[in-house]
């Protein structure tokens, strides 16, 4: 029978971190799986994986640990730049464990993603691990999370990720308040978040209730420029240890795992990459029959030597058609299968008489495969951005309620662009990142950008959205003519035979990024009476929409 303790590590510099224990049934020793979060132990991450007791039962000691300043933990909050020196101690605490055989995993996704690379330190050996093999894992699975902050936490395109970064910031701040007894501070947030009022209230709940947080911070920092941006290190020796990397493509941090992938390759590892279709926090029915395999493979197995894998090594790679819910494994470092690899030479070119943002079935998208840029494309658009009712943005990996979603009523709208493909005569398999190249220029010193690639049914009621992205541009400095390139988030789905395929452009998705004013100052919440009409003219000549492969070889 499984039974659960508290145990505490007692740091270096003095707070004294508390962790939950589930053991197994007899006597062990057993191997150690890790988690650290700023949740609450008892959580555990139910909401995406399965309760600890569950991994006990399959003969690993589990340790989830409050994270210094959460839940039952000492010491002050301070975000991931607490936590080198904290996980490597906790590292090496959990493998002297009653019970333990010495051997640690570490799994956990988002926050407890980035806690298991943060625990290498760096070469001093005071920071972290330094050269001490012992405060590295013997395997680990980060999942949904990545290095950069700005690139991977906060933002894409030079524009804040503003709903979903007000709310984790929120939620964090409402922690605090629980600790500190503050009941007032924490149902003013929970009030906010329910009632959706946060995304123009949440700054000022920020302001007061959590004004040194590593959420509001980032809000108040430059998307645009990496200066004064954090990105984190992970030592080539843990990118080098038996990974298993989990994605979703409707996660906000799926290009951080694909940045993780490239860098454990560069540094000589052969990490599993698994993506599902999956969002956040619904990974429709989990991946913990996998991480129970990863982790016996590496932990309750013989003991593997510590040399890097042989140079031919390939880890495995598993991607989820969006759209049937098919599993392929990939085998090629390119990424790409046959199948992937010919569609990854697709493009298109747009196409429109003038009218594409007042009849969605205007504008065209042309086969452009063999075109190089600059070269198709044709016609002139004009939208209209009006801040007192800007484009909604819905969906995908930046809304709220993320994942697929019916659009049609949006692309009606006037202040929309569309430009769509002739019927498919047979289905498409689309794997990779899709990149919009567009000569484009504004009345006002900066202005949006935001895409939506959807497939539209026969009779063109339905147009389902599959990705988006979104790019700031002009910040600071009047905008002139020129090419503006916009990358949306990678996808895996199969487009039937019949369907076409529609590019939506608008100058806004609210509340996904913040309303621009249009003045060249940072946006920074929805709109005001300040805020600027946008005038943006879409010069087609030369544009290209290309399908660029999702991970590269080395």
Not at 318 to 341: E, H, I, K, Y
Request: aromatic share 8%; hydrophobic share 40%.
């Amino acid at each position: 029978m499984v039974w659960a303790r508290d145990a505490t590590l007692q740091l270096a510099d003095g707070p004294r971190l508390v962790s939950r224990l589930w053991h197994p049934d007899g006597g062990g020793p057993w191997p150690v799986l890790v988690m650290r979060q700023p949740y609450g132990r008892t959580i555990a991450s139910t909401v995406t994986y399965a309760h600890p007791s569950w991994y006990a039962g399959h003969g690993f000691l589990v340790v989830v640990q409050d994270v210094r300043g959460r839940g039952l933990s000492d010491g002050r909050f301070d975000g991931f730049t607490q936590e080198a020196s904290d996980g490597a101690a906790t590292i090496r605490w959990a493998r002297a464990l009653e019970g333990s055989n010495g051997r640690v995993g570490t799994y956990g996704f988002s926050y407890q993603g980035l806690t298991q690379l943060l625990n290498s330190g760096g070469g001093d050996g005071l920071a972290g691990g330094g050269d001490d093999a012992t405060a590295l894992p013997d395997c680990l699975a980060p999942a949904m999370c990545g290095l950069d902050e700005r690139l991977h936490w906060a933002s894409e395109g030079g524009a804040h990720w503003w709903a979903l970064g007000l709310g984790w910031a929120l939620q964090l701040a409402a922690e605090g308040c629980r600790r500190r007894g503050d009941e007032a501070g924490w149902w003013e947030i929970r009030r906010s978040l329910r009632r959706g009022r946060f995304t123009d209230e949440g700054l000022a709940l920020l302001e007061r209730h959590d004004p040194a947080g590593m959420g509001l911070r980032w809000l108040r920092q430059d998307p645009s420029r990496p200066e004064g941006w954090t990105v984190h290190t992970a030592a080539p020796a843990l990118l080098r240890r038996p990974m298993l990397l989990i994605g979703g493509w409707h996660d906000p941090h799926l290009n951080g795992v694909l940045d993780l992938w490239g860098r454990a390759r560069a540094a000589g590892g052969s990490p599993d990459l698994v993506i599902g279709a999956w969002s956040h926090l619904d990974w429709d029915g989990g991946l913990d029959t996998t991480l129970l395999a990863f982790f016996r493979r590496h932990l309750q197995g013989p003991v593997q030597p510590p040399s890097p894998p042989p140079a031919s090594a390939e880890g495995a790679i598993r991607l989820q058609c969006c759209a049937t819910g098919a599993w392929r494994t990939l085998n090629v470092p390119g990424g790409n299968d046959p199948q992937a690899g010919a569609a990854a030479a697709i493009g298109w070119s747009l196409h429109s008489g003038g009218l594409a943002a007042i009849r969605s079935d205007e504008g065209e998208l042309r086969p452009a495969s063999a075109s190089p840029l600059g070269a198709g494309g044709g016609g002139v658009v004009v939208l209209v951005h009006d801040p007192w009712r800007p484009v909604p943005g819905r969906g995908g990996h930046l809304g709220t309620e993320p994942g697929p979603v019916e659009r049609a009523d949006l692309d009606r709208r006037a202040d929309v662009a569309c430009f769509t493909t002739a019927t498919l005569e047979q289905a498409l398999w689309l794997l990779g990142t899709f990149r919009l190249h567009l000569r484009v220029s504004a009345d006002q010193p900066s202005f949006d950008l935001c895409a939506a690639l959807s497939e539209v049914s026969p009779d063109g009621r339905s147009v389902r959205q599959l990705t988006t992205g979104v790019a700031r541009f002009g910040t600071g400095a009047v905008v002139g003519d020129g090419y503006r390139s916009l990358a949306l988030q990678p996808l895996a789905s199969l487009v039937g035979a019949g369907q076409r395929l529609r590019l939506s452009v608008a100058a806004a998705a609210w509340p996904l990024i913040a309303v621009n004013p249009g003045d060249g100052s940072l946006p920074a919440g929805g709109s005001s009476s300040a805020h600027r009409v946008i005038s943006l003219t879409l010069d087609l000549k030369g544009s290209q929409l290309g399908l660029e492969p999702l991970i590269r070889a080395n």
